[in-house]
């Protein structure tokens, strides 16, 4: 009854817009997405779940949907607005601990324009992550599955964000919610600061700065935590690119105290352009909480893993695209499980057929 009405109220809107338009009226478009995959995971888990600190393609053995959506995506010169509904594994996962009502929305926000002469906008509401390179919507990542650095940092926050740009440079300032957050935690009274620095000298290279400095606990539980994530992408020709990461991040040990447990990730990812339709790329990873802060794992070494991989993809035409993908997973202590026993390695097959019109 809901989405009934949801998708009533925006055939209503979209009838008193005018599609298409040039720039200085008003438009509202739409578009879909589909990933559909098949995993196997060789430790063979019988609940088919994948490792929980995985949040994409999830589900061993087994064809399903990672992420659907349908948006709508409203344009004038003064405002703007998105809306996305989704459904999928990534859905079921990842937004587990928000009210159910809120589980199925990707994206949900407005934004307005602050300045005639400049390009400063101030957008409120559900909004995609401003830390990372990778999001959910695997077509626009180079590697098939997401990268830990990724899987263990915020895939969308909620709040206000003041971005300005221009030629070369993007400058936000954001106030949130929380660590990933639409609803906050209970008892929760103090709001996350985000910052984001992107400087584009060309289309061949990005340069990225992310920061995140919050509580994520009940008030009386404070336990600061401050986050940065800096990244590079470089692309020198049509054939070759590179993606450079480092995520590190620093929590108190307790309550007002002066000693932080760390985490950190490096990620490298090379890609390579076959021709118009083929192309490949290799991963590798590392990722340390051996104090548990984002993995936890009870373990003596606590989440030390490495990771590689490398995947395959072929363009169908412009909107589709296929895929396959093998991963290994290695940890210094036993943290997976194979027939009953506790293993240090993981190794996994998942392909991916996924189209956005």
């Not at 440079?169 to 992107?198: A, C, E, H, M, Y």
């Not at 991040?249 to 339709?277: C, D, H, M, S």
Request: one cysteine or more; hydrophobic letters at 35%; a positive charge.
């Amino acid at each position: 009854m809901k989405t009934t009405y949801l998708i009533l109220f925006l055939s209503l809107l979209s009838k008193n817009l005018i599609f298409g338009q040039t720039a200085d009226k008003p438009s509202l478009t739409w578009t879909a997405y589909l990933d559909t995959y098949y995993a196997y995971d060789f430790n063979q888990p019988q609940n088919h779940d994948r490792p929980s600190f995985l949040y994409n393609h999830t589900r061993h053995n087994e064809f399903n949907l990672n992420l659907g959506y349908i948006k709508g995506t409203y344009s004038s010169p003064t405002t703007r607005a998105n809306l996305a509904l989704m459904a999928g594994t990534y859905a079921q996962y990842n937004l587990v601990a928000e009210p159910s009502v809120l589980q199925h929305v990707y994206e949900a926000n407005i934004g307005i324009k602050l300045a005639k002469s400049a390009n400063l906008w101030l957008d409120t509401g559900i909004m995609p992550s401003h830390i990372g390179f990778e999001s959910a919507i695997s077509k626009d990542c180079w590697t098939l599955t997401r990268s830990i650095v990724a899987e263990n940092s915020p895939y969308y926050e909620t709040g206000a964000k003041i971005t300005y740009t221009n030629n070369q440079w993007t400058f936000s300032g954001l106030l949130l919610n929380g660590w990933q957050r639409i609803k906050r935690p209970d008892q929760n009274q103090t709001l996350g600061l985000g910052t984001q620095i992107v400087y584009k000298p060309s289309n061949k290279t990005t340069i990225n700065w992310s920061t995140f400095i919050g509580n994520d606990k009940p008030s009386q539980q404070a336990q600061q935590r401050y986050f940065s994530n800096l990244y590079g992408i470089f692309q020198p020709n049509d054939k070759w690119g590179i993606i450079t990461g480092f995520d590190y991040g620093l929590e108190q040990k307790a309550p007002r105290a002066n000693q932080y447990n760390t985490w950190f990730g490096p990620v490298v990812i090379i890609k390579y352009q076959l021709n118009q339709q083929w192309s490949t790329a290799a991963r590798w990873e590392y990722y340390q909480d051996k104090n548990g802060v984002i993995v936890l794992t009870n373990t003596p070494n606590g989440f030390k893993t490495t990771g590689y991989s490398l995947n395959t993809d072929y363009k169908v035409n412009e909107s589709v695209l296929w895929r396959i993908e093998g991963r290994l997973l290695q940890s210094k202590d036993p943290i997976f499980t194979h027939d009953d026993k506790v293993v240090n390695h993981n190794f996994a097959l998942t392909t991916s057929i996924a189209i956005s019109i």
